[in-house]
């Protein structure tokens, strides 16, 4: 399967089953080329060379859950806890505005008390206010109630993003604990419920855990394509010493293998579903430097500089190494444009950048 022809091959078909997949997830350095070259044809010819800003706010590391991969889980108490006060959130929203971002996303690690909803929900209108509706505002804020998620669509957020982490049920069971709050038919549950509220839904899953194979990747892929979903971010698996899943750190791929094999994931997905929104992320950034650019070259077109306050970060790690833990706003941005500048794309500043996909699906 490793020869130049046989990528051509499968790169000319209509549609990839899961041995396409995994054949291209397989491919050497010299095949990986093909596909990322063929990744950049189909960017340019779906969804143009625009690459869209989303604001990142980390608005609070409280979380009620325990995954066994992440730095913030609720049985980590290394990190000081903190939630952003409205002030601050508004601040960011401002700068937002202000550069044109035209788009947001406010995450945070788990939390359905009717305080949090409430502080959300307040956060939203507020923020609708201030721009006048014109900024866009996504969530990723976790599992919540079909009411919660409405309640947060009418105060006015429209994009949600909610990774399915893993597509495999049987992996899900072994990176989480064996409880009613981590269960993997509620999770997807969740993603339907997102859609029928009518959220543009995003979801994504981490690369080159520990237990996960070539096939489970492929089937990722082919879940995002069944579900139809508008939006993908995923990145590389980075292992935290504060969490139980260190204990296989000797199992894992090596960190540029995963970067490699997540490089591939983003090219063929691009490849797979022309229209959609795909996200360099920064734990691409974490292990390779220009990371988030080469993502943009093989098919990303949304990157999500952080504009968190800077004395809040060094709470919010999610895995170790997390890049821009004392940049201000101001620097990542300076840096971004930059950096997309040199990938030969260009921000579109002042656009929305709503899925095309999504668009196509309701039209
Ligand atoms: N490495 C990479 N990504 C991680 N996330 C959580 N922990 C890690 C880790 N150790 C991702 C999860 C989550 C997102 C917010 O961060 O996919 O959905
Ligand atoms: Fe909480 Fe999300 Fe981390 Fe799980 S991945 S512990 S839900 S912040
Ligand atoms: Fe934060 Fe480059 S994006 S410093």
């Known amino acids: 399967m490793n020869n130049k022809k046989s990528v051509e091959e499968i790169l000319m078909k209509e549609s990839l089953n899961r041995e396409d997949v995994v054949a291209l997830l397989s491919t050497d350095e010299e095949d990986s080329r093909i596909i990322f070259a063929k990744a950049a044809e189909v960017k340019k010819a779906f969804v143009g060379n625009k690459v869209y800003l989303r604001g990142l706010i980390e608005y609070s590391n409280f979380c009620s859950k325990n995954c066994y991969y992440c730095g913030i889980r609720a049985g980590n108490n290394r990190y000081v806890r903190y939630q952003m006060t409205d002030d601050e959130v508004l601040e960011a929203v401002k700068y937002a505005y202000e550069n044109r971002f035209a788009s947001m996303v406010i995450q945070s690690g788990e939390k359905s008390d009717r305080k949090f909803i409430g502080d959300i929900e307040r956060l939203l209108k507020e923020i609708q206010r201030l721009s006048e509706g014109k900024l866009h505002i996504t969530l990723s804020l976790g599992e919540q109630t079909k009411e919660t998620y409405k309640r947060w669509f009418e105060a006015g957020a429209h994009r949600y993003l909610l990774r399915i982490e893993v597509s495999n049920p049987e992996l899900y069971k072994k990176l989480h604990p064996n409880d009613k709050h981590h269960n993997y038919n509620k999770r997807l549950t969740s993603l339907k419920t997102l859609r029928e509220v009518g959220y543009q839904v995003g979801t994504g899953v981490m690369i080159g855990l520990p237990f996960q194979t070539l096939d489970d990747l492929a089937d990722d892929l082919i879940f995002f394509r069944d ?18 899943l260190f204990r ?15 490089l591939k994931m983003v090219a063929i997905l691009r490849i797979m579903m022309k229209d959609i929104n795909i996200a360099a992320t920064t734990a691409m950034q974490t ?6 650019e080469k993502a943009l070259k093989v098919g990303a077109n949304v990157i999500m500089p952080n504009l968190t306050p800077v004395k809040y970060r060094q709470n919010y790690l999610l895995y170790e190494n997390k890049p821009c833990i004392d940049e201000e706003a101001e620097d990542c941005k300076n840096c971004l444009d930059i950096r997309i500048f040199m990938a030969g794309d260009e921000v579109g500043y002042g656009e929305w950048g709503d899925s095309k996909h999504f668009k196509s699906r309701n039209n």
């Not at 579900?227 to 969490?243: L, N, Q, W």
């Not at 296989?248 to 997540?262: C, G, I, K, Q, V």
């Not at 292990?287 to 988030?292: A, S, T």
Request: negative net charge; without cysteine; glycine residues 8%.
């Open 227 to 244: 579900f139809d979903v508008d939006m993908v971010g995923m990145g590389p698996y980075i292992e935290h010493a504060d969490t139980p």
């Open 248 to 262: 296989y750190r000797n199992e894992l791929a090596p960190l540029m293998e995963r970067f490699r094999l997540s």
């Open 287 to 292: 292990i390779d430097p220009q990371g988030r």
